[in-house]
T-cell receptor, first 116, second 113 residues
């Protein structure tokens, strides 16, 4: 069974440009999460999808970030326009639904974003 | 609100020595607690989790953690370190309502030969 995959693995862009990150969750996982780790800081939650609906987007830093999950399968996270402070590693995770007792989130390898 | 504190951003042990990575949490609801490990150039991998069953939780690769409610702690231990244990370890908490994980700042474990 394939794990969570993310594309690209690395992205280097200039300030003001747009970048789109993609996440493919484990097949059959209704829950999809985005997290971010800025260098030297802890991993922070961005948002949570259940199928195609945004369940919790309390961690999204500002309106330059737009997440979508069309059809409840893969998800994209777009940053437009990118700022220097957006640099970091963006992780995607997925989990089965119905797991009220601390369902396990399976993480992808992350996308390292560098904004110059 | 939930929070996690990991004491020690870097821990160094000798091969064969006890590994002890500390994690304290704060949660207003009964917590679910997790330890994840990140090896170089890889994603986070679940080591073990506590979900209100047994307080001593055994995980993969010989790791275990004990949930102590009175101390609000969930420390990770391994009796004998191996070189392959060198990685960054993250403690995380979630609650009964919100599924998002709240992470500690991570502890990088170095194993000396």
């Amino acid at each position: 069974e394939a794990g969570v995959t993310q594309f690209p693995s690395h992205s280097v862009i200039e300030k003001g440009q747009t970048v789109t990150l993609r996440c493919d969750p484990i097949s059959g996982h209704d829950n999809l999460y985005w997290y971010r780790r800025v260098m030297g800081k802890e991993i922070k939650f961005l948002l949570h999808f259940v199928k195609e609906s945004k369940q919790d987007e309390s961690g999204m830093p500002n309106n330059r970030f737009l997440a979508e999950r069309t059809g409840g399968t893969y998800s994209t996270l777009k940053v437009q326009p990118a700022e220097l402070e957006d640099s970091g590693v963006y992780f995607c995770a997925s989990s089965l639904t119905g797991g009220a007792k601390g369902d396990t989130q399976y993480f992808g390898p992350g996308t390292r974003l560098t904004v110059l | 609100a939930q929070s996690v504190t990991q004491l020690g951003s870097h821990v160094s042990v000798s091969e064969g020595a006890l590994v002890l990575l500390r994690c304290n949490y704060s949660s207003s609801v009964p917590p679910y607690l997790f330890w994840y490990v990140q090896y170089p150039n890889q994603g986070l991998q679940l080591l073990l989790k506590y979900t209100s069953a047994a307080t001593l939780v055994k995980g993969i690769n010989g790791f275990e953690a004990e949930f102590k409610k009175s101390e609000t702690s969930f420390h990770l231990t391994k009796p004998s370190a191996h070189m392959s244990d060198a990685a960054e370890y993250f403690c995380a908490v979630s609650g009964t309502g919100r599924r998002a994980l709240t992470f500690g700042s991570g502890t990088r474990l170095q194993v000396q030969p």
